[in-house]
């Protein structure tokens, strides 16, 4: 059975930080590309940042370059964001997924398992 599952979100005063994870069990989590993706109340789905398999390649959405990191670690099957100089614009809920391939992709389509999700919240 495969799960996603999400920690690490909260709520955090702009400008703050926080690190999301994502556990993965079932399946053979080295071979796929990961992805972060957020949706706020009323808007769609949209990416936020992917890794390659190995963690050689990254892609970013415009909003996420240069505040966000994705990185993981294939021994502990664990994928994560770390988010810094938050804003409020950034509250939403935050979804990792699992890819179709090695390589990464920004498309929803392209991406095969999610998680639960976890709630960021950026507010003073």
């Known amino acids: 059975q495969v799960l996603l599952v999400e920690s690490g979100g909260g709520l955090v005063t702009p400008g703050g930080s926080l690190r999301l994870s994502c556990a993965a069990s079932g399946y053979i989590f080295s071979a796929y590309a990961m992805g972060w993706f957020r949706q706020a109340p009323g808007k769609v789905r949209e990416f936020v940042a992917g890794i390659s398999w190995s963690g050689g390649m990254t892609d970013y959405s415009d909003y996420a370059k240069g505040r966000f990191t994705i990185s993981r670690d294939n021994a502990k099957n664990t994928v994560y964001l770390q988010m810094n100089s938050l804003k409020p614009e950034d509250t939403a809920v935050y979804y990792c997924?699992?890819?179709?391939?090695?390589?990464?992709?920004?498309?929803?389509?392209?991406?095969?398992?999610w998680g639960q999700g976890t709630q960021v919240t950026v507010s003073s």
């Open positions: 997924a699992t890819g179709t391939g090695p390589r990464v992709v920004p498309a929803l389509y392209d991406y095969r398992y």
